[in-house]
């Protein structure tokens, strides 16, 4: 067993332990994982147009004064995002679909963002590659 590999027995609890959950990290950051996660992220973020749609939400919020300062503008962009998280009803800021109006939101809709699911879904496929990688269950 290498330094970068922490061994997990079968039956351990979730939550995970504070020390597990250092392990792995550590195990994570020793097999130069993190960066190639934060890649694959930024790679599909952008592929999927969210790096776009956020964006022109942050300009948006900053022009119409809705937010006034970096700490607001992450404030809301991230209340948004886990609003808009689970539900069909959530869009991107100017998509397009059915049910929309001529700005691309849904009719009196409030304008939220929404990580889409092909990000989720490759992100969670890169996660656990990449803690498959480092750990060993025996």
Do not use: W
């Not at 997990?8 to 190639?36: E, G, M």
């Not at 999927?48 to 937010?67: D, M, P, Q, Y």
């Not at 300062?69 to 069909?88: C, L």
């Amino acid at each position: 067993m290498s330094s970068s590999r922490v061994t997990v027995s079968p039956n351990f609890q979730t939550p995970l332990t504070p020390n597990l959950k250092s392990s792995i990290n550590n195990a994570l950051i020793a097999s130069n994982a993190i960066p190639k996660i934060q890649a694959a992220l930024l790679h599909e973020c952008q592929a999927a147009g969210f790096i776009t749609s956020l964006r022109v939400r942050t300009l948006e919020l900053l022009r119409s004064g809705e937010c006034n300062s970096y700490g607001e503008v992450m404030e809301r962009v991230m209340s948004e995002i886990k609003a808009g998280s689970g539900d069909g009803n959530s869009i991107n800021v100017n998509g397009s679909g059915k049910d929309r109006d001529v700005n691309g939101d849904p009719a009196g809709a409030e304008k939220r963002l929404r990580v889409p699911n092909r990000v989720i879904e490759e992100g969670v496929k890169v996660v656990r590659g990449a803690v498959e990688g480092c750990v060993e269950v025996a």
